[in-house]
């Protein structure tokens, strides 16, 4: 699975928009991008995925960039309850015999009132 | 649906004493985990069953062993606990698709061993 980089910790305001980056420079064509996101003591959370169009659901966007190299996680309007690690994952979709999701430190996200 | 349930939710050990971590879900996955989170650490998976029947080593499997009781159950065994295994047990169980590896988690067992 490719390895991923993103900042130990961001601040965002309230209301406003939060750009969470990742940065994956040796995916593989056929590997996805994957955000979970864990608040503080509970279990992590699926956010989002994809390969490589932009995906939006109700929680959230993802921008790839063309060359698939890094990737944006977009909360629209975070609140308070968005704070949290968020962690941006890659590998292979199906198939295969590893199964494991593999959890780096993620981003800190503190969303400030 | 409750999704995935552990339990105990706490424990407190001493070195040397057994535990089992029970886990299970209602959501008819195939696949079930087990994973570990020391303080400020990512988790790291620790056995996985990829069906009924079948578990499969993970990153950190030592001082442990898991049983598949059936599709619902998954649990992790502690043999003779060490200060080393003190952490947050996370559960999680998915079911793959063509593209979709969404694993759904439960609420975690703390445990201490002291």
């Known amino acids: 699975d490719a390895k991923t980089t993103q900042p130990p910790s961001m601040d965002c305001a309230e209301g406003r928009a939060a750009n969470l980056p990742c940065n994956h420079s040796?995916?593989?064509?056929?590997?996805?991008v994957y955000w979970y996101r864990q608040i503080h003591s509970q279990g992590p959370q699926y956010i989002i995925h994809g390969l490589k169009n932009n995906e939006t659901n109700e929680m959230a966007s993802l921008i790839i960039t063309e060359d698939r190299k890094s990737s944006t996680l977009i909360l629209p309007h975070a609140t308070l309850r968005d704070t949290a690690v968020y962690y941006c994952?890659?590998?292979?979709?199906?198939?295969?015999?590893?199964?494991?999701?593999?959890f780096g430190k993620g981003t800190l996200l503190t969303v400030n009132p | 649906n409750a999704g995935v349930t552990q339990t105990p939710k706490f424990q407190v050990l001493k070195t040397g004493q057994s535990m089992t971590l029970q886990c299970a879900q209602d959501?008819?996955?195939?696949?079930m985990y087990w994973y570990r989170q020391d303080p400020g650490m990512g988790l790291r998976l620790i056995y996985y069953s990829a069906s009924e029947g079948t578990t499969d080593k993970g990153e950190v499997p030592n001082g442990y062993n898991v049983s598949r009781l059936n599709k619902r159950e998954f649990s992790l065994r502690l043999e003779s606990a060490a200060p080393s295994q003190t952490s947050v047990y996370f559960c999680?169980?998915?079911?793959?698709?063509?593209?979709?590896?969404?694993?759904?988690f439960g609420p975690g067992t703390r445990l201490t061993v002291t």
């Open positions: 959501m008819n996955h195939n696949s």
């Open positions: 994952i890659v590998r292979v979709g199906s198939g295969g015999s590893n199964y494991k999701l593999t």
């Open positions: 999680a169980s998915s079911e793959e698709g063509r593209e979709l590896y969404e694993q759904y």
């Open positions: 040796t995916i593989s064509g056929n590997e996805y």
